[in-house]
C-alpha cells in the first residue's frame, strides 16, 4: 500500500506471493471440448513449457539459473524483522488468533504464504508470469480447458513425506468447499476436475467460460498435505502450524505480537532456478502492533529493521533520530512499478440512501483532497481518480475507435458520459471548504429528490434523513476524515466517525454493515477474475466478498467478461479502459490517493542485489525474499 493512510484488502493476506500474482494474470480463452472426449482422450496437448504466462512472453527460458534481480552467491543467515499493524502493509489487522489462512475463521497470521510450497512460483519483473517449483513442466490442450503438471519427484513436505499429486488434488477439491475461504471458492468454482493420473502427474480440468488467469491461479495455490488433514479440520482456527513444504517453517509464535519463521535448511526445492538468491535469512520475523505511532517508535529503537512508511507526516517530519543522522539507518523512495490501486471510502449501494449516483457523487464532492494534501500529507500524494492510476489501463480523453466498438452496443444501457472525457473529481480552491464544490453537492442532491428540512437536516425525497457513517477500527485516519464529515454536516448530511475493534469491523466489513469505509485494491497489469470478484453481480450479494460497493451493473459485467475473455495485450488494455470509464460513470467511491512509489526505510546491515523488483508483490516482500545480512554492515551498524 503506497498511501499515507488506507487498507488493503484483506482477502489479500490469505493468498501466497505466487497465487496473488496469478489472480492478476491470464493465459488463453476456454471453449468446449467436443461432447463425449474426456480429458484423458486428448491428444492435442503443446509441448511440455517450464513457466506459464499470459500470452507466452516469458522471459527467462528453460534453462535459466536463477531470476536476474537475485544474487545466487547470497549468504545464508540472520534474520530480518518487519512489521504488522493497521497502519498498512499486506496485513489490515493488528492482531491474529490463527495461523490457517484459507476458511472464514478467525485473522490469520501474516507471513504464512512462507511454509507453503505451489505448482509455479512467480518472478518479481513480470507482471503475471510463473515459472515451474513443484511442477517441472506444465502442458495444455489445444482449447485451453485441461491443463497437466509434471510433478518433481523430489518434492518434500517438512516431515519428510512425498509432495504427490493427489495432494494438489486434495488441495483444489478443499478450497472449492464450505470450509474454504469465499474468496477461494469464487475462483475456483469454474475448475471442473482434478485428477492424479498417476502419483506425478496432475490433470486439472476447467469449465467453459473460465477466467483466461484461472490456470495461472490453481499453479499458484499452496499445496495441502492430504495426510494432514486426514485428522484434522480444515475450518478450524489453530494456533497449531499446518504442514508445509516451503522454505520456511514456523518456529515459534506470541499469539496477536508475533510470529517467527526458521529457514529450513534441508529445503528440498532450494536449488531450482526459481529459489536460488532467495530465502536468506535463517529467521524472518513479523511483530504485531495495534498503531502507527507504536510501530515508528519500536523502529527507532531497533525492535525490527525494515519498514515501508505510508503516513506522510512521519516521513516528513519524524526521520530525524540519532539513527538516522550517523546512517545506521537508511532511506530511499523507490518507483512501483505496479498500477497504484483502488484507494478510497467506498460507499456501500446496497442501502437505499446510496443508491442514487447523484447522492453518491453529493457526498464525495465534500472531501476535498487539495486541502487534506497540502494541510496533512505534505503534498506528497496524488487524487486517484482512475482505477487503474498509474498504468496504461486508465482510461484518459474521449474513448477512441477500438473503445467506442465496445461502447456503442450498451449506449442506452449506461450513462451518456462514458462516451466522452472520463470523470474526474473536481480539484478544490484548497479551503477546506471550497464553495463552488460544495454548491454543486446540494444541487445534486436536489436533482436527487432531497431537500433541507426546517431543522437543517437533509431529506431523501421519501422524507428519510441523509446519514453517513464513516466506519474504522483505526483512529488514524480520523484526521483525515474530519474534514470531510465537516463539509457533509454544512450542507445538511449528518456524518459521523465510528472506530470500532477489528474483531467487529471484520464481521460488519463481512456482511456489508457499514455506510462508508476505506479500502485499497492492488490492481494488476492484467486484470481478470479478480474484476469478477470486486465489481461483479455475482458477489454483489455473496456474504463476505470483495465487492464492497455492491456493483452490480449488467453493461459492467459484460465488458469484465470482454476484459477476461481478450486474447491480445491490446484488447486487454482496451477493454480495461472502458470498464475504468463506466466505474467512474457510476460514483461507486470516494477516492483518495495514492503515491507511485515505496518510502522504505531499513536499519543499514543488510546486502541486496539491486533495486526492489517493479512487479514485486510488496516491498517487504521482496527485501525477506533476495536480501541478505552483510557481516560487515551489520558490524559497523552495532557501533
Known amino acids: 500500500m503506497q498511501t499515507c493512510d488506507g487498507r488493503q484488502d484483506g482477502n489479500e493476506n490469505r493468498l501466497t506471493r505466487r497465487s496473488a500474482l496469478a489472480m492478476g494474470a491470464s493465459l488463453g480463452v476456454a471453449t468446449l471440448l467436443p461432447p463425449g472426449l474426456s480429458s484423458a482422450q486428448t491428444s492435442d496437448f503443446g509441448p511440455p513449457s517450464h513457466g506459464m504466462s499470459i500470452f507466452g512472453d516469458l ?109 494438489v488434488v486434495f488441495t483444489i477439491e478443499t478450497l472449492q468447499g ?128 525494515f519498514r515501508e512508511e505510508f503516513t506522510s507526516v512521519i516521513w516528513a517530519t519524524r526521520y530525524d533520530f540519532p539513527a538516522v543522522k550517523d546512517g545506521r539507518v537508511r532511506r530511499e523512495v523507490v518507483p512501483d512499478g505496479r498500477p497504484s490501486g483502488t484507494q478510497g471510502w467506498f460507499i456501500n449501494t446496497r442501502r437505499p440512501q446510496f443508491r442514487d449516483p447523484r447522492v453518491r457523487e453529493a457526498i464525495a464532492l ?78 445534486l442532491l436536489a436533482e436527487a429528490g432531497a431537500k433541507k428540512g426546517a431543522d437543517g437536516q437533509m431529506r431523501l425525497a421519501d422524507g428519510t434523513p441523509l446519514t453517513v457513517e464513516f466506519l474504522e477500527d483505526d483512529p488514524s485516519l480520523n484526521k483525515h476524515t474530519t474534514g470531510f464529515v465537516n463539509n457533509l454536516r454544512l450542507i445538511g448530511i449528518s456524518a459521523t466517525i465510528r472506530v470500532i475493534d477489528p474483531a467487529q469491523f471484520a464481521r460488519r466489513r463481512q456482511e456489508f454493515d457499514f455506510d462508508l469505509v476505506m479500502q485499497r485494491y492492488t490492481m494488476s497489469l492484467t486484470p481478470g477474475e479478480s474484476l469478477r470478484q470486486i465489481f461483479g453481480s455475482e458477489t454483489a450479494k455473496l456474504m463476505g466478498s470483495r ?27 482496451t477493454a480495461t479502459r472502458v470498464l475504468d470509464r463506466l466505474l467512474r460513470a457510476g460514483r461507486y467511491w470516494v477516492s483518495a490517493w495514492y503515491g507511485a512509489e515505496h518510502k522504505l526505510a531499513w536499519w543499514d546491515r543488510f546486502g541486496m542485489p539491486g533495486p526492489i523488483p517493479p512487479m514485486a508483490g510488496s516491498a517487504e516482500g521482496a527485501a525477506a525474499s533476495t536480501w541478505w545480512i552483510d557481516a560487515e554492515k551489520a558490524k559497523r551498524n552495532e557501533k
Open 59 to 167: 522471459k527467462y527460458p528453460a534453462d535459466f539459473p536463477h531470476f536476474s534481480y537475485v544474487n545466487p552467491k547470497a549468504p545464508k543467515g540472520g534474520e530480518i524483522a518487519l512489521q504488522v499493524s493497521s497502519a498498512g502493509g499486506n496485513q489490515t489487522f493488528s492482531t491474529f488468533d490463527t495461523l490457517n489462512m484459507f476458511s472464514q475463521k478467525g485473522n490469520g497470521a501474516a507471513g504464512m504464504g512462507l511454509i507453503f510450497d505451489s505448482l509455479m512460483s512467480g518472478s518479481g519483473d513480470e507482471a503475471d508470469s510463473l515459472y515451474g517449483l513443484v511442477a517441472k513442466t506444465v502442458q495444455a490442450s489445444a482449447d485451453g480447458l485441461v491443463y497437466r503438471f509434471a510433478l518433481r519427484p523430489e518434492a518434500r513436505f517438512h516431515d519428510g513425506s512425498p509432495l504427490r499429486a493427489e495432494d
Open 178 to 305: 464450505p470450509k474454504a475461504h469465499v474468496t477461494y471458492r469464487q475462483v475456483l468454482r469454474w475448475v471442473e476436475s482434478a485428477k492424479a493420473l498417476d502419483p506425478l502427474t496432475l490433470e486439472v480440468r476447467f469449465k467453459a467460460g473460465r477466467s483466461r488467469e484461472l490456470p495461472l491461479f490453481v499453479a499458484g495455490l499452496p499445496i495441502f498435505s492430504k495426510a494432514y488433514y486426514a485428522t484434522r479440520d480444515f475450518e478450524t482456527a489453530t494456533l497449531e502450524s499446518p504442514l508445509g513444504s516451503g522454505g520456511y517453517k514456523v518456529e515459534k509464535l506470541d499469539q496477536g505480537r508475533s510470529i517467527v519463521f526458521r529457514r529450513v535448511a534441508d529445503y528440498w526445492g532450494r536449488d531450482l532456478p526459481v529459489a536460488i538468491g532467495q530465502g536468506n535469512f535463517d529467521r524472518i520475523r513479523y511483530e504485531y502492533f495495534r498503531d502507527r505511532e507504536a510501530a515508528f517508535q519500536a523502529f527507532t529503537a531497533g525492535a525490527f529493521s
Open 366 to 443: 465534500a472531501f476535498d483532497f487539495e486541502w487534506t494534501n497540502k494541510n496533512l500529507m505534505y503534498g506528497l500524494y496524488k487524487r486517484t481518480n482512475s482505477y487503474f492510476e498509474n498504468s496504461p489501463l486508465k482510461a484518459e480523453g474521449k474513448p477512441g475507435p477500438e473503445e467506442l466498438a465496445l461502447l456503442e452496443p450498451l449506449r442506452t444501457k449506461v450513462p451518456a458520459e462514458v462516451f466522452g472525457e472520463p470523470f474526474t473529481a473536481p480539484i478544490s480552491d484548497g479551503t477546506g471548504q471550497d464553495r463552488a464544490i460544495l454548491r454543486r453537492a446540494v444541487q
Open 547 to 573: 465487492n464492497l460497493s455492491g456493483v452490480a451493473d449488467p453493461a459492467i459485467d459484460s465488458i469484465i467478461e470482454t476484459i477476461i475473455a481478450a486474447k491480445t495485450r491490446g484488447e486487454l488494455t
